[in-house]
């Protein structure tokens, strides 16, 4: 058998089950549920924080389905740095992507000449095409006192149509050593080609002896005549070279000499080696020769730089006694 239960009955139930509603202030303290054990309530949810719920998996994936890409570079952008030259034309317009060397050979001259080779650069764009118009800037680098002609260290040169610029010749300066050639082009992103270069002494293939006249001395006494020389290179005269004197046993010059003739010092002490400089012309005269008192015949060899070499006899003897005719 079934019980119907009254209408009421079922009502009131229902009211029961759902208890009404009932609107309250926000800032009043919750009403407490009268019957907290049967009818627990989740823990309300403040309406603002409604908002900041997370939604449905489902529903967020369809929500970014519907978003619009960002551009590449459009987060790149947001935290780029203003002052970063990532972006910059690796070459710009007007600076060269390349220097290099246009055919210089070995820069060497003789202290006081002309370096016979000019320093030539050609200066290339990124795609390795000659550039004309492009300022190159040479400048000479050193304490050789070596420097371009008309006495400049700096010198600038525009290309030519072939991309290549030839510095101005390089006259050497009178101290001998090592010097460099520096050739830079452009401004933002310069170009450098560096070149070693040098300047030698001055030398002389070929040394004589000016004048035929003997060279005695007595023992003890100085020789009557000077020694005097000429050097010569290529024929010219060989000025400023440096020549070695010294006085040697055997013609070869092995043998270094520790007796028979020798030159003074200034305080007059006995030297038989000496360094000395032709003049302009070539021309050297040497100091004065004295011998000692070991009379024999001796050895001067004279060297230059450049390998010229000469080898000039002296004799020293007593004098030849004479009779005196009887009155």
Partial sequence: MVRVLPARHARGARRQRHPPHRAQHPDAEPHPHPHPGRYAEPDAVPLEARHHQ???????ARRRLHQPHPHPDAHA??????HS???ADPFPVGDPGSLENAGTGPLTATAGGTFEERVSVRARNALGAPMAEVPVTFTVTGTTGTLFEGGKKTVTVISRADGTATAPALEAG????EFTVTATAGTTRPRTLTYAASVTARQA???VRVGAE????????????????????NGADAGGVAVTATLVKDSLGLIDNDQGPY?????????????????ADGLLRLPDLFADENPGTYKLRLTTEGGATLVIELT????EETETPEA
């Avoid at 997370?54 to 967020?60: C, D, H, K, N």
């Avoid at 952008?77 to 203003?82: E, L, Y």
């Avoid at 009178?174 to 050593?177: A, D, L, N, R, V």
């Fill in 316 to 319: 020293v003897q007593a004098p």
């Fill in 205 to 207: 293939d070929k040394i």
């Fill in 263 to 279: 030159f003074k010092d200034a305080d007059g002490n006995p030297l038989r080696t000496l360094d000395l400089t032709t003049d």
């Fill in 54 to 60: 997370a939604e449905p998996e489902p529903l967020q």
């Fill in 85 to 87: 030259d990532a972006d």
């Fill in 214 to 233: 003997a060279l005695v001395a007595a023992p003890g006494e100085k020789f009557a005549n000077a020694v005097t020389v000429k050097a010569t290179h």
């Fill in 174 to 177: 009178e101290k001998t050593g």
């Fill in 77 to 82: 952008d947001a935290h780029a740095d203003p």
